[in-house]
């Protein structure tokens, strides 16, 4: 059982020195391979590289990688802006002077001026966060691996539940195969009755329309071409089931190929078993047409 499924998802969390950081990455069914990042400040180098390494992983779906980066000792810390302070403590002392007080300003009031005191970002350790970004991609990649290993496990069983469809459309066409409605004395007598009815109608034998009758009624009891191609369908679906890689498209193709033959056999059935037959195909087949959308 080597299908996969676009649908998929994956969660990683660590931290080093520098901070801590989750993964959630999400994936849905699409018709290419469409990726999104939502990267926080500082971590959009890596974008180019994650989708190299996504490519190596996935063929198709929609897919939304985030990434939650908190640093470490996030605390802003109080700084002492030295040019500052001594500009108030001089502004002070000039006030004091043009009043002709004498009396010092105090420490309280010279730091309660705007900009003396100022809370800052602690600084970052380039070195060190450079080092994080790499294991931060590491990350990526793992988590991207339990993403396709999630895909896989809904792949399984996508893959067995095929399996039962492909199971219940091979039953129905051997039972339009086998139906009675096909046997020679069946269409002998259908026909025979035909001709009744034409003689019925006419005081005469048109043998030519006898004969274009004949061929109606033949050529719509017959089909058997309809019953082997989808005996092959049917072969060709198994063997996908088997394949390596995207199958999804090829899928998506043989349902059409399915419904194809299901209408055609409906057309020409000429009972009423025929026609219950290839209409629970047609439920069948689009059951898989539903499911099929959700194949890598």
């Known amino acids: 059982m080597k299908m996969k499924s676009m649908t998929g998802f994956s969660r990683l969390s660590n931290a080093d020195q520098a901070g801590d950081w989750l993964w959630e990455l999400r994936c849905v069914n699409g018709k290419g391979l469409d990726l999104?990042?939502?990267?926080?400040?500082?971590?959009?180098?890596?974008?180019?590289?994650?989708?190299?390494?996504?490519?190596?992983?996935?063929?198709?779906?929609?897919?939304?990688?985030?990434?939650?980066?908190?640093?470490?000792?996030?605390?802003?810390?109080?700084?002492?802006?030295?040019?500052?302070?001594?500009?108030?403590?001089?502004?002070?002392?000039?006030?004091?002077?043009?009043?002709?007080?004498?009396?010092?300003?105090?420490?309280?009031?010279?730091?309660?001026?705007?900009g003396v005191l100022?809370?800052?970002?602690?600084?970052?350790?380039?070195?060190?966060?450079?080092?994080?970004?790499?294991?931060?991609?590491?990350?990526?990649?793992?988590?991207?691996?339990?993403?396709?290993?999630?895909?896989?496990?809904?792949?399984?069983?996508?893959?067995?539940?095929?399996?039962?469809y492909l199971t219940s459309i091979k039953g129905l066409v051997i039972r339009a195969e086998k139906s009675p409605a096909r046997q020679v004395k069946t269409i002998e007598d259908r026909l025979d009755n035909n001709i009744r009815l034409l003689l019925g109608r006419t005081d005469s034998l048109d043998?030519?329309?006898?004969?274009?009758?004949?061929?109606?009624?033949?050529?719509?009891?017959?089909?058997?071409?309809?019953?082997?191609?989808?005996?092959?369908?049917?072969?060709?679906?198994?063997?996908?089931?088997?394949?390596?890689g995207a199958v999804g498209r090829k899928f998506d193709f043989l349902i059409q190929e399915f419904n194809r033959e299901a209408n055609t056999l409906c057309s020409k059935a000429n009972a009423d078993d025929i026609t219950k037959t290839g209409l629970q195909l047609k439920v069948i087949i689009d059951q898989m047409r539903e499911q099929v959308q959700n194949i890598e």
């Open 36 to 114: 999104r990042f939502r990267l926080p400040p500082g971590f959009e180098e890596l974008d180019p590289k994650m989708r190299d390494i996504s490519r190596k992983y996935l063929r198709r779906g929609n897919c939304n990688f985030s990434l939650t980066f908190n640093r470490q000792g996030g605390a802003k810390v109080i700084q002492l802006n030295e040019g500052a302070l001594r500009s108030a403590a001089k502004a002070y002392q000039d006030a004091a002077k043009i009043l002709g007080e004498g009396k010092p300003a105090s420490l309280d009031s010279i730091l309660a001026v705007k």
């Open 118 to 164: 100022e809370l800052v970002e602690p600084q970052e350790d380039r070195a060190q966060l450079e080092k994080t970004k790499l294991l931060v991609l590491q990350d990526f990649e793992t988590a991207l691996k339990a993403l396709v290993q999630s895909r896989s496990t809904e792949g399984q069983r996508l893959s067995a539940l095929f399996r039962e």
């Open 207 to 244: 043998e030519a329309r006898l004969h274009q009758e004949a061929i109606i009624l033949s050529t719509r009891a017959d089909i058997e071409e309809e019953i082997q191609r989808l005996h092959c369908h049917v072969e060709a679906a198994l063997a996908l089931l088997e394949e390596d």
